[in-house]
């Protein structure tokens, strides 16, 4: 006897399932969250198909899975160049420049990362002593050439535009060789699950490196970025000992990073 598919029960195939998926995806990004009872009633799947999309949607990175359901992910805005950005959060920049350079000491050397940040820290640093410092920032080299006890090591590479930066083969080559007490590296991301990321790859790529070439990581982050997500992976939040950020950070935030073994000085 053979078997035939009655009109209502159309088998589902990837391509379906494919374009389920991206329903789904749109009405998480619009609702923000959506439970699986409501997933099985408003797309009339099985409780285990609701589980399933969810679960493949937050492996594509393009959701963050929570109990009975899904959240939307806050993705961080496209990032403006790093002029237009001195003058966002100035206070709170301030505030975490000046509570990160307090834990530079006087003959270390450290690596200072881009961003308008870090350039914070640097104005705070002019008047260390006996202090190197090696970053691939021309902002920092500007804010720090005059710098009396302050010695300046700066990498070559392709200059990113933009950020005013120094990146690609070159400045990773020269990473290799370079060893320092600590880094400082700013970030556009900062998300629990997904880490620290950032808008454009070549620049993660860079600061991969840097963490690698210090035994401390100090990651300064105005509250803006915390529980958001770029494009570009860079490292999971445990690669950072330390975040400085400013009272804005929301408390669950704070407290789960704690959690997972990061300080958090709040500027």
Do not use: W
């Amino acid at each position: 006897m053979t078997h035939q598919t009655l009109p209502h029960q159309v088998p589902l195939t990837p391509a379906s399932s494919f374009e389920r998926q991206a329903r789904l995806l749109s009405y998480i990004q619009a609702h923000q969250r959506i439970s699986v009872p409501q997933v099985v009633e408003t797309f009339a799947i099985s409780v285990a198909t609701a589980r399933r999309d969810l679960d493949a949607l937050a492996e594509r990175g393009q959701v963050q899975r929570v109990h009975g359901g899904a959240v939307a992910l806050q993705q961080a805005p496209p990032e403006p160049p790093v002029v237009q950005r001195a003058d966002e959060q100035i206070v709170e920049k301030r505030r975490i420049g000046q509570v990160a350079a307090a834990l530079v000491q006087d003959g270390e050397t450290v690596f200072l990362g881009t961003g308008s940040t870090v350039l914070e820290v640097a104005r705070n640093l002019r008047q260390h002593t006996n202090l190197t410092v090696i970053t691939n920032s021309i902002p920092v080299v500007n804010m720090l050439a005059s710098a009396p006890g302050v010695s300046m090591v700066c990498l070559g590479g392709e200059l990113r535009k933009s950020e005013l930066s120094l990146i690609g083969h070159i400045a990773e080559q020269a990473l290799v060789e370079l060893r320092t007490s600590r880094v400082i590296l700013g970030i556009r991301a900062i998300d629990l699950e997904h880490g620290l990321t950032n808008e454009f790859l070549q620049e993660s790529m860079i600061d991969r490196a840097i963490l690698k070439i210090g035994p401390e990581a100090i990651v300064v982050a105005d509250h803006t970025k915390c529980g958001r997500v770029s494009t570009a992976f860079v490292a999971p939040v445990t690669a950072m000992h330390t975040l400085v950020t400013d009272l804005g950070a929301p408390d669950a935030f704070v407290q789960s990073l704690r959690a997972h073994g990061v300080r958090v000085a709040l500027a």
